[in-house]
């Protein structure tokens, strides 16, 4: 349905912002100086650094230089065992046994040095990842935290989130997480497992293992029992040596729909209990009744926030037709704005994107988009030499069929369709194997809750966008995986209930 | 008088600091007075009692408090429940965690507080670390007994409706008698955590940490008046506790029924919530309960339409 409407965009009676200005940000870098990073990583196994029995190291590396930053140990199938055998005997021997309001103390502890160490696994995790340092200094660090500090009142108190029924922990629990919030995820992978009275193997993205390896020198600071949490860091075959472990009694796995399956095939027969967080491809929906330019901040949020690389992004942008060109142009003129550049940088919108591979993947979507024959429009913002950047990307009259509208893109980049009735965009929304996240905007409460209650998604945002708080769950429906992480229904995917 | 002091004890540092402390050195007695609105003022009154242990030693002068020092205190605390209510549930949490760790690193003082007034050590310090651990249970429950007592009510009509507990405002406490520290914190600490602001009576014999308690308050981004502490008489104070028109519940916790009678009376002048904790041991985990949270927690239902202009939906 290409360029045919162009003839139609109505004269707006809203003003244009007018964003042009003399005035440049100078460079308000962050220091590097507050953050140590050693030349080399070893596995964190039973409370000690430990040379890995693969021999082998990688590089990983600052995405928005190319830099390298570290090099990392890569735990082998031997090394998982060794993993494995220490959270066992820690399980057994100690961790299960104690009692749960001293285990509430171990975690309270690592929350607060967490909290005291912000700065440094700030300006880490923006180096190690690409992501703005406002958004790991606002943002990832401080609910990292929260997530410890909610979770540690929880180990005490399991017999009021299940009442009727004895809680029992699982045993030990191996844990992947991605490479879009390094810390985060493990906090949200770690905490509850704690808490019910597992003993966990996790393994960091390979893009991004600094700040679990950090966690795990602040975990030996806290006094935590050893061999309670191991972290070993690796790439793929890594994840596959503890999704096959048979003395693993939980997979919590984050990441792709791809891998996800895999996953959830390659545990079958087993009694391994398994929650999945998948990818997405959220639906943000604005009505013509919507505050638009509280609006365009929450579209800009939902797809731009680090830098797209978000399983609920807000990538699928509906728009009622009737406030659609407005809509459009004030996204246009918004994006104008966004700064991209130097993670470091604390006024930077939008940082590195991850990895070479992943830039090269967002890069087949640009190609594929423009070959379907939708609009495209990128920012005209300057990038940097070195490293992979991205430019913020719309495109315009999407099909519902489309690629770019079908699949998930993990970058700054938006798909813009339009809609006429309610019927139709619940419809359209819902027509996607995705089922993470949502968005809806608009005036009428009544409304909002009509949505919230027909679309088929994990997390409804009304109003607002991409927002996170430890005692709130958060997980899909159907291909976008299974389990809630947050909250307390995140504590039953660790439990065994009886009577 | 000893004429001659020893050479030894005399002995200072190059910096003037004593090696050692001498014998002849004179301790520093606190002076032990109430907690209104942050401060620490002496009671309005002019009036004291003397603390003593079961041997008759005097420990301190203790204020006398009077209707008047309640009166300012309910008016510090009604002004702190718009900021402590309002606050996140998980900043509430953070602050009791706070509290927590300032007694942790006091616990030397209380243990020694407790002992002076006639607990044998051991038990001493069982109850400040019982109290240190009950303030991280209700630092822990504060983003958290929302999520258990809560309810989406799955109403027959097009409505989203839902309840949840809030506050009920301002709460006199008259503390248990027996445990001077233990008792204290586990009354109050369920108060706060659940968003309401207190005015509590101390134990009348056991009251010194209960004011040592209060600088622990004071220097843990607890709000000024969120927690008043006064000490003096149960008989003179109970009743303006129960009848001030701007206290919205009182907590009582001695098995007295004359006093149980007068306040179930008194509380009808503003339909007061009435709790008495007679019957809980305070040094078992009886002693800490969510239920203690809900307690002094009104619900709120809120009912919202849903449209239903779509008739498709649920499909996919």
């Known amino acids: 349905m290409p360029a045919t409407k162009k003839k139609n965009v109505k004269k707006s009676n809203t003003i244009k912002l007018k964003f042009d200005t003399s005035w440049n940000y100078a460079p308000a870098p962050e220091s590097k100086s507050a953050a140590t990073i050693k030349k080399q990583y070893d596995l964190f196994i039973n409370g000690e650094w430990v040379k890995p029995l693969s021999h082998k190291y990688f590089d990983t590396s600052d995405p928005a230089n190319e830099e390298k930053l570290s090099e990392v140990a890569e735990a082998n199938a031997a090394d998982v065992d060794r993993a494995v055998k220490a959270a066992r005997n820690a399980y057994e021997k100690v961790w299960k046994k104690m ?55 929880w180990a005490d108190k399991l017999d009021y989130a299940f009442p009727n029924r004895n809680t029992n922990p699982l045993g030990v629990a191996g844990q992947i997480i991605p490479w879009n919030f390094p810390l985060l995820m493990a906090a949200w992978k770690i905490a509850p497992a704690l808490a019910t009275g597992n003993t966990v193997v996790l393994k960091p993205a390979e893009t991004t293992p600094l700040t679990a390896l950090k966690l795990a020198e602040i975990i030996q600071e806290s006094g935590l029992p050893e061999g309670v949490v191991n972290i070993v860091s690796g790439g793929g075959a890594t994840g596959a040596a503890i999704v096959n472990h048979p003395d693993i009694n939980k997979i919590a796995f984050t990441g792709s729909t791809e891998v996800g399956k895999l996953i959830q095939k390659s545990i079958a027969g087993t009694n391994k209990k398994i929650t999945l967080e998948l990818g997405g491809k959220a639906a943000n929906i604005i009505f013509e009744d919507a505050p638009i330019d509280q609006a365009v901040e929450g579209v800009i949020n939902g797809v731009y926030f680090n830098q797209g690389h978000v399983c609920c992004a807000g990538s699928r942008l509906y728009i009622q037709e009737s406030v659609a060109p407005e809509l459009i142009r004030k996204l246009r003129d918004r994006i104008e ?26 890069r087949r979507y640009l190609k594929i988009g423009k070959e379907e024959g939708y609009e495209m429009y990128e920012s005209s913002c ?18 519902q069929s489309a690629r770019i509208a079908q699949e998930e ?35 009428k409460g009544s409304k909002i809750f009509n949505l919230t209650k027909r679309m088929r998604a994990g997390v409804i945002w009304a109003n607002t966008f991409n927002k996170f708080d430890p005692s709130s769950p958060f997980g899909g429906y159907k291909e976008s995986g299974f389990g809630r992480e947050g909250g307390l229904h995140g504590l039953l995917p660790y439990v065994n209930l009886s009577h | 008088m000893e004429k001659e002091i020893k050479k030894s004890s005399l002995s200072v540092s190059e910096n003037g600091i004593e090696k050692k402390i001498s014998p002849k050195r004179l301790e520093v007695l606190k002076t032990y007075k109430i907690y209104i609105g942050g401060q620490f003022p002496r009671t309005e009154s002019g009036r004291y009692y003397v603390a003593v242990n079961a041997a008759g030693k005097q420990l301190a002068n203790v204020c006398l408090s009077s209707r008047k ?122 108060v706060i955590a659940g ?9 009348g014999s056991k009251p010194l940490c209960a004011v040592t308690f209060a600088e622990v308050i004071n220097s843990s981004d607890v709000p000024g008046g969120v927690v008043n502490i006064l000490t003096g008489k149960v008989s003179e104070l109970s009743s303006w506790f129960v009848s001030h028109m701007d206290v919205n519940a009182t907590i009582y916790c001695e098995k007295d029924s ?7 009376d008194k509380a009808a002048l503003n339909v007061k919530r009435v709790i008495f904790y007679d019957k809980i041991n305070w040094n078992t ?3 800490q309960s969510p239920y203690l949270i809900m307690d002094t927690q009104e619900i709120k239902t809120t009912w919202h339409p849903i449209e239903h202009i779509a008739g498709s939906g649920g499909g996919y």
């Open chain 1, 99 to 153: 009692p749960a309001k001293e285990r509430a103390k171990y975690i309270f502890r690592i929350a607060r040095m967490v909290q005291e160490r912000a700065r440094e696994l700030a300006i880490i995790e923006s180096m190690d990842g690409g992501k703005p340092i406002r958004e790991s200094r606002d943002f990832d660090i401080p609910t990292a935290a929260n997530h410890f500090f909610y979770y540690a009142g």
């Open chain 2, 69 to 190: 020092d309640f009166r300012d205190a309910v008016v510090s605390a009604r002004n702190a429940f718009a900021g402590w209510s309002e606050r996140a549930a998980f900043n509430r949490g953070q602050i009791l965690y706070r509290m927590a760790e300032m007694l942790e690193g006091r616990k030397i003082q209380f243990t020694d507080e407790l002992m002076q007034q006639d607990v044998p050590k051991a038990k001493a310090e069982k109850e400040v670390n019982l109290a240190i651990d009950r303030l991280i249970y209700y630092a822990g429950w504060c983003d958290k007994y929302q999520q258990v007592f809560s309810a989406v009510n799955p109403v027959a009509t097009s409505h989203f409706n839902f309840s949840v507990p809030e506050p009920t405002g301002v709460v006199s406490i008259i503390a248990p008698q027996e445990d001077g520290l233990l008792g204290l914190i586990s009354v109050v600490a369920p």
């Open chain 1, 409 to 443: 893109i993990f970058g700054p980049v938006l798909a813009i369709l339009t809609f006429r009735t309610d019927d139709e965009v619940i419809q359209k929304a819902n027509n996607t194997p995705y089922g993470l996240s949502a968005g809806v905007w608009t005036d």
């Open chain 1, 382 to 399: 300057p990038l940097p030499a070195k490293g992979y950047w991205c430019r913020p990307t719309i495109f315009t009259d999407v099909a």
């Open chain 1, 337 to 362: 704005t966004l700064i991209v550049g130097d993670p470091l940088d604390k006024n930077t919108d939008i940082g590195a994107i991850n990895s070479k591979q992943q830039l090269d993947t967002i």
């Open chain 2, 258 to 264: 004359t006093v149980q009678k007068m306040m179930q």
């Open chain 2, 285 to 287: 985990d009886e002693g």
């Open chain 2, 195 to 203: 968003g309401n602001t207190c005015i509590v009576l101390a134990s």
